[in-house]
Every structure is written in structure tokens, then in C-alpha cells.
């Protein structure tokens, strides 16, 4: 069974920065894809980052140019680099990840993490 454990987030000023990190626990093959999905009370759940085993990279547009998706591939680990936060970027972030070719939807999900970026 897969399971993606996440690390990271917690409370930070407008302007500040946090890493998000994801990790797949136990040996199993490298992921076709991985990234990251935000929720925030009262909003629905929104694609932040995605990240491919050949590197490729794909943003939401509200993070471009402030968020950076990265990946260890024989790790099976996600980061998820965060600079500039700005307020509305508070909300639950889940890793997420997937052997298919066609992303989203993904299939595995971590457990979430909370960001919350004070004004």
C-alpha cells in the first residue's frame, strides 16, 4: 500500500517563505507523477504544482514565478519551495502522486498540511 507522508508548513508572515516535502514510504517504483493540490475553507481544491519523472514542470497561475515543484525520482519525494506567500495562499496543501500517464486525477494523496500566511 502506498502511503505519502508529508512534512513541512505551519504559520508565516506575507512575504515569508515555507518548504513543503512529501515522501513515499517504502520501496516501491519511481512515480509517473507528482504534486501538489490546495484547499481553503470555502474554496474548492486547486492544483498548485505538478512535477513529471522527466522533470517537466506545470504551475496553477496564482503561484507562478513563487513556487518551485522539485522531485528526488529515486527518492520518491516532492518539495514544494514557497516564496513571496502571500495571504491568500493559506489553505490545507496535499501531495499527491501517480503511476498513470494522464494527470490529473491522482491517485495517492498525503494527509495535508496546513499554511497559514498572516497579513
Known amino acids: 500500500q502506498v502511503r505519502l507522508a508529508q512534512s513541512g508548513g505551519g504559520l508565516v508572515q506575507a512575504g515569508g517563505s515555507l518548504r513543503l516535502s512529501c515522501v513515499a514510504a517504502g520501496s516501491i517504483p519511481s512515480f509517473n507523477a507528482m504534486g501538489w493540490y490546495r484547499q481553503a475553507p470555502g474554496k474548492p481544491r486547486d492544483l498548485v504544482a505538478m512535477i513529471t519523472s522527466g522533470g517537466n514542470t506545470n504551475y496553477a497561475d496564482s503561484v507562478k514565478g513563487r513556487f518551485t515543484i522539485s522531485r528526488a525520482n529515486a527518492k520518491n519525494t516532492a518539495y514544494l519551495q514557497m516564496n513571496s506567500l502571500k495571504p491568500d495562499d493559506t489553505a490545507v496543501y496535499s501531495c499527491?502522486?501517480?503511476?498513470?500517464?494522464?494527470?490529473?486525477?491522482?491517485?495517492?494523496w498525503g494527509q495535508g498540511t496546513q499554511v497559514t500566511v498572516s497579513s
Open positions: 499527491v502522486a501517480s503511476y498513470m500517464d494522464n494527470v490529473p486525477p491522482f491517485t495517492y
